[in-house]
């Protein structure tokens, strides 16, 4: 078997818009209100599969969640007396951001030999926790051969789990047996700590990883407070390398020696605050990168646009590129509808390492299935949802209809 990496990206929904319901996400807290663009969004989400395509890499994609979602709105009574918020809920379009969609652990890492997959509950906010079994629902059929993969619901509620945005995996390579690294929280201050160390543990044991090569480390409070509501707004891991800002962990070095003593070929890229604050490295999503080995051997890092037009990120970048570290590349990429929400490259994408032949092939991407992708867009999707749309009956048939089409043209009507 051929074992690779690919991403799975979210292809952003219809009823994208901008309601601000992600407390502790600076980003979306302030574009709240704005007039969002959703056919925009979902172009540029497909431009930057089509990029890493382009990059020789084999890209997957995961479908728009039904939305809105009736069911939310019934298990809540909703009858147009409730929170604004409730009903802008039920129809958020944030499962575009698929490194929440699950925890992911190669069949190198587990005790069955099996890739497995456990869906997040992402219970701390309402928009979020209603995902998971619709989720479930589509990684059950993209990975449905039970030869190689192993597919779990999400552990129980009172165990908040955000996903693959608080797990790393580091490796010699990505067939290799790894290291996972799981980044838990335990104080953000005025924000809540999403990822609870109990959830991840869950994970690990569902997976059935090896003790000794797996962590449990705490993320910097001060990290969390400044608004990194991920451990992916503020690192990320590819094969041997850790690239991270200095603030990202409670016990740096401590995380550096275990992470060495599992993995004595791991290398460090640690960006120094003195360099980069935690507000920049937060306001640019430097971090909320994917940091990707190349056909050749080489590894690049696809960048927001935000970040290199950033007067501090962009001078450490040009620093870093003319040293002789492991990240020989920088490509940046335009996301600003995804960005706008406070997601950034990285959260619109799950990692899978697998051989491509046992992934269903109508969840990987090509360029005829882009272009049927791109004509559903171009003519279905919203040019703009204004706040006082959402909730509305005429804009409801619209985008149920618009992502239904997107299912029958991708021949998933299944998932309808």
Request: hydrophobic share 45%.
């Amino acid at each position: 078997m051929t074992m690779v990496e690919i991403n799975f990206d979210g292809i952003i929904g219809p009823s994208h818009n901008y309601a601000g319901l992600s407390l502790g996400n600076l980003a979306s807290a302030s574009h709240a209100g704005d007039l969002a663009h959703p056919r925009a969004a979902a172009l540029q989400g497909l431009a930057k599969m089509r990029h890493n395509m382009a990059l020789g890499l084999v890209q997957g994609f995961l479908l728009p969640l039904p939305r809105p979602n009736t069911a939310f709105l019934a298990a809540i009574g909703a009858d147009g007396t409730e929170d604004r918020r409730l009903n802008a809920a039920a129809w958020s379009a944030s499962s575009m951001w698929t490194a929440n969609a699950a925890t992911v652990s190669p069949a190198a890492d587990t005790a069955d030999g099996r890739c497995h997959l456990t869906a997040a509950n992402l219970v701390t906010m309402p928009h979020r926790s209603q995902e998971w079994p619709d989720t479930v629902r589509q990684l059950r059929l993209a990975f449905a051969d039970s030869a190689h993969f192993a597919v779990h619901d999400a552990v129980p509620p009172c165990f908040g789990d955000e996903g693959a945005a608080n797990h790393m995996r580091m490796a010699a390579s990505h067939d290799a047996p790894g290291l996972e690294i799981f980044v838990y929280g335990t104080s953000g201050g005025a924000f809540p700590a999403r990822q609870h160390q109990e959830a991840s543990r869950a994970v690990a044991r569902l997976h059935r990883l090896d003790p000794a090569q797996t962590l449990f480390v705490e993320q910097n409070p001060e990290a969390i407070a400044a608004g990194a509501f991920h451990n992916d707004v503020v690192a990320v891991a590819n094969e041997r390398v850790l690239f991270t800002h200095e603030q990202a962990f409670a016990d740096s070095a401590g995380t550096y020696a275990a992470i060495r003593d599992r993995l004595p070929e791991a290398e460090f890229v640690v960006v120094p605050a003195a360099e980069v604050s935690l507000a920049d490295a937060i306001q640019s999503y430097l971090f909320n990168a994917q940091l990707l080995t190349l056909p050749s051997g080489e590894m690049a890092l696809v960048v927001p646009s935000e970040a290199i037009e950033h007067p501090r990120v962009r001078p450490y970048l040009d620093r870093m590129l003319a040293g002789n570290g492991p990240i020989r590349t920088v490509l940046p990429v335009d996301v600003r509808q995804s960005m706008a929400n406070g997601g950034g490259p990285a959260c619109l994408r799950l990692r899978v390492v697998a051989d491509p032949a046992t992934v269903d092939p109508r969840f990987l991407l090509d360029e005829a299935k882009a272009r049927r992708i791109e004509e559903i867009i171009q003519r279905e999707w919203p040019e703009s949802i204004a706040p006082d749309q959402v909730g509305s009956a005429l804009l409801a048939e619209r985008v149920i209809a618009a992502r239904l089409l997107l299912l029958d043209a991708l021949d998933l009507s299944e998932l309808a």
